[in-house]
Each structure stands twice: as C-alpha cells, then as structure tokens.
C-alpha cells in the first residue's frame, strides 16, 4: 500500500462501509437499515477492488448488494406492517455476543495470518494478471467436491421453495366452485 | 328493366389510413422525385466521399495510420499519445492516468447525455412512423427542439411530495436509476483499443451492474407510499430477478465458446472467426433480446408501469423531472442494451474485415442503432404481455431450454478447444446443431406446455387466500 491513491481510496472505502454498518443498527426504520446495508455492501466491494480481487468485487456486487438485499427486501415487504420497526428485537443481547465473537474471530484471524504482500515491482514480477481463472482452475480442480455440496444445497434449497409453494389438493374438503377451479387447473399443470 | 353499369366500380381503399397506405411513393417514385438541384449537390458529395474514401485506403494499405495518435480509426491511440505526451513533459503519472480517465468518462456520459437530447425524438417519430402518423414535428426543424422543449417543462413543473412518503428514501431511486445505464458502458470495447475499463471479468461486471437498477424501483416503488407504485415495484422486481437467470444462461453460452469474460476477448473471437455469435447460438441470441427488454421495463414487457393497469407503475408519485428521469433512463437503457447485445451477438465492432476501413465505433454506433431499431419496431407492433404470461416464460420455457442450450455449448466448447480441425467447419457444425436443437427444444418444449396456458391460469396462493378471484366469479354469475 505504497499508493497514496490506495491508501486514500482504503480509508473512505472503510469509512462508508463502517459508517452504513452502523447506521444499519442505528436506523429505526428498517427500509433505511437494508438501504445502509447495501452501502456496506457496495463500500466492502470496492475494498475488494483496492485488494486487486476483482472476481470477489463483482461477485460481491452481483450477489449481496443485487440479490439478497432485494431478497431481505422481499422478506421486508411480507412481514406484517409492525416488524417494520428495527428498535425493539429480541436478538439484541444474542446478536452482540454473535457479532462480537465473529468480529474477534475475524480480528485473530487477520492479525495471526502471515500475509503475503506483494506491492509495485514485486506484484508487477509475480505475474498475477487475474484472479477469475485461478478461482475458476481451484473451484472445478481441487474444491470440485465443496463446489458440487454447495450447488447441491442450492438445487435442494430451490426444490424445496418449489415444494413449500405448491397449492395442495383439497380434494376432500373443497366446496363446489373450489373443485371446478381446481379441474380448470388441472389442464395447465405441469 | 334497368341497364346495369357494365364497369365495375372503382375500388378505393376503404378507411383514410389504408388510402394514406396506398398513395405513398415507392422506392422508385421517391428517386425520381428528387429536384435536380439536390441530384447534382449529392453527385457532387458522393465524388468527394469516394476521393476522402480512397485517400483513406491509401493511407491504411500503406501502414502509415497504424499506432499513431492520429490514427481515427482507434481513438484509443490518440490517448496512449496524450498520455505520452504528458509524461515526457514531466507530469506525474498518476495526473496522466487520472486525466484520460476523465477525458473517457466524460466521452461516455456524453454519449448518453447526447443521446438523451434526441432520443425521443427518434422513438416518437419512428413509433409514428409505424403507425402512419406525424408525430413531434413542431418545436423546430423537424420537431428537434421537442425533448429539450420536454425537459424544460418537466423541469419547471412542481414537484410533489406524497403525504406519508418515505422522504429520505424518496430522493434516491431517480438518480440511483442511473448508474446501471452509465456504468454499463465502461466495459463496452468501440474499437480494439477503445474501452473504457477493459476488464477480465466484464461479463460479470455487466450483469451486476444491472442487478443495482432493481434495487433502485423497488426503492422508488416502496417509498412513494401508494399501492399501485407498490404493485409496479413488486412486479418489476420479481420479473427483473426472474429474467436475470435466462440472461446469464445465454451469457454462459457466449463465455464458454469464447472462453473469455473480458468484452473485447468476445470481440475479437468474432471478428477473428469472422462470425457473429447470434448465427453459432440463436437461441441465446433470443433469450438474451427477450430478457433484456423485460430487464429494462420495455413495451412489450413493461409491465412495471403498465399505464392501462397500474397508472404509471413504480413512478406514479413521481412529478417533474423526477419522473422524467425515470423516464429518459428507458431510453439510455435501451442504447445500453442495444451495444451489449451488438458486443456478445453481433460481432461488435468488427463487421467481416471491414473495421480496417471504416472506425469500430462507428460500426458498432450503426449495430446499436439496428437493435434500438428493433426494439422501437416492438414497442410499435406488439401488444404488452400480461404478467403471469411473462413470468411464465421465464420460468417454464427460457430457462429450461438456456439450461440445455448452455449444456450442448458447453460440449462443443470442449470439442472445439480439442479438436484440430478448421474453425470454420467446427464453428459451421456447432451452428447447424444448435439451430436443429433450438428448433426441436422449442417445438418439443412448446408441445410439452401446450399453446394456451392463459386458459388453464393457475391461481396464486396469495389470490386464493383474500378471495379475489372467487368475489369475481360470484360478481360475474
């Protein structure tokens, strides 16, 4: 981090995402706490960037700030009007003790790992040119078999959706005009 | 007994739009129509074209453009030299670098801006066009003056706030709109050394861009505070995430033939193979067209702000130029779309050698500008698609057949990696197996779900549970 640039570029990058952080726990509204949530994740993505891992910055954006925010937003929109206020949770007291051990857990881990830092003519010489076929080789290489469980869960977490939102045959129970619906539908199903 | 008139009567087209059909020039008749004054300016322009055209050719046969800073084929050279250029006077490097990315982020937002300033001007007049009317041809020559007669009166209109709206969240989604539209550019290469941000991992890049903009209507939707912005936001939302997987099952093809996710890569193995992508996977190609205009909330598929449904959508309390900008993002979505779909399927900037000649960035301005068309020709012909029919699609037919599309790409694109033999007989077999594929997945598939799905609509839990349909029903017997 010779760079004054990097260095500029780290310290506002880690100011937006720790700010947002906190003002997602701060806001009371819980619209205003996702829409910070999506800041971190967009400040976190461009710490990535300044890191020189551009697969992780993308996927970042593409995954977190793009899909599980509109998810939690979702998830948002379908709870009942009351849970839309962010003050008074249950989990305040689990949730601290849960984020003050990741939090140290993240901190040991980053002070104890020998990091092989590689700035200006060393990272020129090294000749890492990109980190989406390294990634690439690995995942369908090595960890082909964490790579296989972890779509695997996917397709069981997709199937599983599908089942949840299956209607169900009320065929005992159903009233006349439910049963002519149910036999309209019986022509389109797949 | 009465004579009857022996001829027939003559026939004329029955309604005045069919008569305005029929009287219309022909190709021939608007030629000859020319005065001789214009025949002889255009004579003279034609020779002057043809002298610069070979002077030109001589230039390039000879070598002497190439790499240098003149050289308008590639405006990439021109700033390598700037750039040179600053450093031998002594500037810091950082300064340069910080200079020319200026230089190219101001070009961008001056493309799009620039395009802003008349492009709805071109879609009304086009969309008229189809529909044999006039459209804005007042507010200066030719009506050219109107999207800037537009803005200034969608800027001096008042703008109003929601009782009970969401203030803070309120002000964001008009400006947040835009980034997808200007930061999708940055990837796009406009001739081989002319892209903004050439990196490795462009195709990603693409679609996570995208994935912002979803963001910003549901925001828009949700803070406005009223429920039909919410219906359009909750339908935007589900169909942008809904078409996102057949967008990136086709870009899947497209990188795994390439075996590159960096645009000019993409580029270059077309122009290179001196093919189009849309010929070796059409199905892609479709599914690409199809999805982004659902992505973008274009007629046929703006079902978001559907005005014969839900007033305005997702921008219905939106007023002035909050709501115009909601709306210019539709156009500059569009361009955005037409240069991604020229990039991954048409060949981008190269167009069979001729790129040597002419600028890539003009070519690629003209295959833009065929996609735009196409899209206006959409808007024009086609009616909307109801929101089941269109998630349906998705669900049911473009994303189990990008599945089995990308399956067979996948393959060839391992053969053609180990195959020794000529790229245009390779390339030519994966062309006609994916066509033969495509037409049999689609007839099978379309078998399969049968032809009519809107008469067997299925009802939707949340329908079932408040009784909608069911009010309906007993409203109607």
């Known amino acids: ?190 | 007994m009465s004579e009857q008139p022996l001829q027939a009567p003559i026939r004329r087209p029955a309604t005045p739009m069919l008569r305005q059909i029929e009287d219309r020039p022909g190709l021939k008749e608007m030629a000859l129509g020319v005065p001789f004054g214009l025949k002889v300016i255009g004579a003279i322009m034609g020779l002057g074209a043809l002298v610069l055209m070979a002077a030109v050719g001589y230039l390039v046969v000879d070598g002497r453009l190439d790499g240098q800073w003149y050289d308008v084929r590639d405006l990439g050279h021109a700033v390598a030299g700037l750039r040179d250029w600053l450093d031998g006077e002594g500037v810091d490097h950082r300064l340069t670098w910080l200079i020319t990315g200026a230089l190219g982020g101001l070009a961008i937002m001056s493309i799009v801006g620039g395009w802003l300033l008349i492009g709805s001007w071109v879609e009304r007049r086009v969309i008229a066009k189809f529909q044999i009317r006039m459209g804005p041809n007042r507010t200066g020559l030719f009506g050219l003056l109107q999207p800037i007669a537009d803005a200034v009166k969608l800027m001096t209109k008042e703008i109003i706030i929601p009782r009970g709206a969401d203030r803070f969240l309120y002000y964001i989604p008009p400006v947040l709109v835009f980034v997808p539209a200007m930061l999708g550019w940055a990837p796009i290469p406009w001739a081989p050394n002319m892209a903004y941000m050439d990196i490795n991992v462009g195709v990603l890049y693409v679609v996570a861009i995208s994935s912002i903009g979803v963001l910003a209507i549901f925001l828009a939707g949700w803070s406005s505070n009223n429920h039909y912005s919410l219906l359009g936001a909750m339908r935007t939302v589900a169909m942008m995430i809904s078409y996102e997987i057949p967008i990136s099952l086709a870009l899947l093809s497209v990188v795994l033939l390439t075996q590159s996710m960096q645009l000019s890569e993409i580029v270059a193995f077309q122009g290179h193979y001196h093919v189009w992508m849309i010929a070796i996977i059409p199905f892609a190609a479709f599914a690409f067209l199809f999805a982004s205009t659902a992505e973008i909330n274009r007629s046929p598929n703006d079902i978001g702000e559907a005005e014969s449904e839900i007033v305005a959508g997702f921008y219905t309390e939106y007023s002035g130029m909050k709501a115009g900008l909601f709306m210019a993002v539709e156009l500059a979505h569009a361009i955005l779309v037409g240069a991604l779909m020229a990039t991954f399927f048409l060949g981008g900037y190269t167009l069979f050698g001729l790129e040597e000649w002419v600028p890539g960035y003009l070519i690629l301005a003209a295959k833009i500008g065929a996609v735009y068309f196409l899209f206006v020709w959409l808007r024009g012909t086609l009616p909307r698609f109801r929101l089941d029919q269109l998630m349906g699609f998705a669900w049911k037919f473009l994303i189990p057949l990008g599945i089995i599309q990308a399956f067979i790409v996948a393959i060839e694109a391992s053969v053609f990696v180990r195959v020794d033999a000529p790229a245009f007989i390779t390339l030519g077999a994966f062309a006609v197996v994916n066509l033969a594929s495509t037409v049999v997945m689609v007839r099978f598939w379309a078998d399969r779900l049968g032809y009519a799905p809107a008469q067997h609509a299925t009802k939707p839990e949340l329908t079932n549970a408040l009784g909608g349909l069911k009010a309906a029903q007993r409203l109607r017997s």
């Open chain 1, 1 to 190: 981090m010779d760079s004054t640039g990097i260095v500029i570029g780290f310290w506002v990058l880690s100011a937006i995402t720790v700010v947002s952080s906190l003002l997602v726990l701060v806001a009371r509204n819980l619209m205003h706490a996702l829409a910070f949530l999506v800041l971190a994740f967009l400040g976190m993505a461009g710490l990535f960037i300044t890191l020189s891992a551009d697969f992780v910055a993308v996927a970042q954006v593409l995954i977190y700030a793009g899909s599980i925010s509109v998810l939690m937003v979702f998830a948002v929109m379908l709870t009942p009007l009351a849970s839309r206020d962010n003050g008074n949770s249950l989990y305040v007291l689990p949730g601290v003790v849960a984020g003050l051990g990741i939090a140290s857990l993240v901190a040991f881990v980053a002070v104890d790992t020998e990091w092989a830092e590689r700035t200006g003519a060393a990272l020129a010489e090294s000749d890492f040119a990109s980190t989406v076929g390294e990634v690439g080789r690995l995942l369908l290489g090595r960890y082909v078999l964490a790579f296989e469980v972890a779509s695997v869960l996917l397709l069981i977490g997709l199937l599983g959706a599908i089942v949840l939102v299956q209607e169900r045959r009320r065929a005992a129970t159903q009233s006349p005009d439910e049963a002519a619906d149910t036999g309209a539908r019986d022509g389109g199903a797949l």
